[in-house]
Antibody, heavy 117, light 112 residues
Framework: EVQLVESGGGLVQPGRSLRLSCAAS????????MNWVRQAPGKGLEWLSYIGGSGTTTYYADSLKGRFTISRDNAKNSLYLQMNSLRAEDTAVYYC??????????WGQGTLVIVSS | DVVMTQTPLSLSVTPGQPASISCKSSQSLLHSDGKAYLYWYLQKPGQSPQLLIYEVSNRFSGVPDRFSGSGSGTDFTLKISRVEAEDVGVYYC?????????FGQGTKLEIK
C-alpha cells in the first residue's frame, strides 16, 4: 500500500524557516517523481514544486520566488521542502504527492503550516 | 500559466441522480503524443485529494464506474451517473501539459 506521511508543520514566525518532510512507503521511492502542493485555509489547490526520481531535476512555481527548495533522500525514502523567509500567505496545508501517469496519483494527509507572529 | 475554469462552483444533487462538472482550459491540453493531460480529483471533507480520472477519461484504480470523464482540447467534463452520499466533497480538475501545474477553483458537491 502506497503511503505518504508529511511532518514538520507548525506555527512559525514571519521571516523564519521551516523544513517539511514526507516519508514514503509501499513503493520504490527512487523510481517516482514527487511534488509538493499546498492548500490555504478554505481555498483551492496550488502546485508548488516537482523533483525527478534522482533528485537532479527540479521545478518550482514562480510565486515562490526562490524561497522554497525541494529535495529528496532516496536512501531514506524521504522528500523534503525547505521553506525560507516565510510569510503569512504561506499559511496552508502542505501535501506531498507522488507523480504517475503524468499526474499526481497518491497524496499524503498533509501537514499544516501557520505563519504568524 | 494555463487557467482552469470549472463550472458550476457548487451543486446539490439528489442521491441516485446524475451530476456533471465542466472544466475549461485557457490552452489546449492535447500533447503531440496524442494524450490530453487533464485529471480529476475529489477532496472529501477533511481528507487529502484523491485521483479519480487521469488523461481525460481513464478511471484510476478503485474508482467506481459511475464516474466518467470526457472531452478534448480545452473542454472537459466529469460525470457521475448516479450520485451517492459518499461522493460529497470538492472536485478539482488539473492540467499537467505545462508547468506550473494548475487546478480549477473546485466544485463543491452536496447531497440534497
Amino acid at each position: 500500500e502506497v503511503q505518504l506521511v508529511e511532518s514538520g508543520g507548525g506555527l512559525v514566525q514571519p521571516g523564519r524557516s521551516l523544513r517539511l518532510s514526507c516519508a514514503a512507503s509501499g513503493f520504490t521511492f527512487s523510481s517516482y517523481e514527487m511534488n509538493w502542493v499546498r492548500q490555504a485555509p478554505g481555498k483551492g489547490l496550488e502546485w508548488l514544486s516537482y523533483i525527478g526520481g534522482s533528485g537532479t531535476t527540479t521545478y518550482y512555481a514562480d510565486s515562490l520566488k526562490g524561497r522554497f527548495t525541494i529535495s529528496r533522500d532516496n536512501a531514506k525514502n524521504s522528500l523534503y521542502l525547505q521553506m525560507n523567509s516565510l510569510r503569512a500567505e504561506d499559511t496552508a496545508v502542505y501535501y506531498c504527492a507522488r507523480e504517475e501517469l503524468d499526474g499526481l496519483d497518491y497524496w499524503g494527509q498533509g501537514t499544516l503550516v501557520i505563519v504568524s507572529s | 500559466d494555463v487557467v482552469m475554469t470549472q463550472t458550476p462552483l457548487s451543486l446539490s444533487v439528489t442521491p441516485g441522480q446524475p451530476a456533471s462538472i465542466s472544466c475549461k482550459s485557457s490552452q489546449s491540453l492535447l500533447h503531440s503524443d496524442g494524450k490530453a493531460y487533464l485529471y480529476w480529483y475529489l477532496q472529501k471533507p477533511g481528507q487529502s485529494p484523491q485521483l479519480l480520472i487521469y488523461e481525460v477519461s481513464n478511471r484510476f484504480s478503485g474508482v467506481p464506474d459511475r464516474f466518467s470523464g470526457s472531452g478534448s482540447g480545452t473542454d472537459f467534463t466529469l460525470k457521475i451517473s448516479r450520485v451517492e452520499a459518499e461522493d460529497v466533497g470538492v472536485y478539482y480538475c488539473m492540467q499537467s501539459i505545462k508547468l506550473p501545474r494548475t487546478f480549477g477553483q473546485g466544485t463543491k458537491l452536496e447531497i440534497k
